[in-house]
């Protein structure tokens, strides 16, 4: 397993060097799309001018050092996952990012809300980021993605991220069809342009935690300096804080109920 030390230690020494750090992004999906999805994802990158590396899960998980080989030369590396994946917690640990992927249908948002009740605390505060496949319009996108969210936060007291949404689009069977991924055999189509648009959202990431990062530092470095003025205030601010967001443990029958909710 990949330590924060370890993954700290390699990003100092990229920027010492001049050199990028590799993004790692896990992608989860149901077993018959996760492939097609980061083949696809991994072309619009390619297209972009960006080294895309992939490797499964599965096959990380099998050989060490398996990421640190690709960190060197890859841009962004793919970790495909699907949903009977073991030990997703150990994947996601080495992974920048969780991606998760699922239908637009009753089928797949059940499936999306499982694998997120056994997930949920994979990334902590930072949340999982969804793609939503299949979409009639980007306002169904919105409408699922907002009641997977509302179901999840309530019952599993955890948040996921609308990171996009592929259109329902008649080339993506074509392209299986011809064993093609669809980002090449019809690059003009709507599924094609949602996946560069995708690659686009994703490559912003990095620059947004980094900004985050510094918004973070400077409050945190104002709260040492209200807390060394004012010790009794800064301790009662911070007790109401955590009181605020504190939240009831689900139970049983609710979680139970969740996942018929969703949809």
């Known amino acids: 397993m990949t330590t924060p030390f370890a993954k700290d230690q390699a990003a100092g020494l990229r920027r010492m060097l001049g050199q990028v750090a590799s993004r790692r992004v896990l992608v989860i999906g149901a077993e018959e799309q996760i492939d097609d999805f980061v083949d696809n994802l991994r072309i619009a990158l390619s297209a ?13 998980l099998a050989v060490a050092g398996m990421l640190e080989q690709h960190d060197s030369s890859a841009d962004v590396t793919l970790v495909a996952g ?18 998760l992927v699922f239908s637009d249908g009753p ?12 997930t949920a605390g994979l990334q902590g505060g930072a949340g999982i980021r969804t793609v939503v496949c299949g979409a009639h319009s980007v306002d169904s996108a919105v409408r699922v993605f907002g009641n997977l969210a509302n179901t999840v936060g309530q019952y599993l007291n955890t948040r996921i991220d609308f990171a996009g949404y592929l259109p329902e689009d008649r080339h993506v069977e074509l392209a ?18 949602a996946f560069r648009q995708l690659a686009e959202e994703m490559l912003s990431w990095a620059s947004a935690e980094a900004q985050a990062a510094d918004v973070a530092g400077s409050t945190a470095a104002s709260r040492v300096m209200v807390s060394a003025q004012e010790p009794t205030q ?6 109401a804080e955590a009181t605020s967001i504190s939240a009831p443990p689900a139970t049983p029958r609710a979680c139970a109920h969740a996942a018929e909710m969703v949809y």
Do not use: N
């Not at 089928?107 to 056994?118: D, F, M, N």
């Not at 800064?234 to 007790?239: E, G, K, R």
């Open 82 to 99: 699907h949903f009977g994946t073991r030990a997703l917690g150990t994947v996601a640990e080495a992974c920048d990012d969780v991606l």
């Open 107 to 118: 089928e797949g948002i059940k499936s999306a809300y499982t694998l997120l009740k056994k």
């Open 48 to 60: 972009m001018g960006r080294d895309a590396a992939v490797v499964s899960a599965q096959t990380m």
């Open 234 to 239: 800064a301790t009662a601010d911070a007790s």
């Open 176 to 193: 299986l069809s011809l064993g093609k991924p669809v980002a090449s055999a019809f690059p003009a189509s709507p599924s094609a342009m």
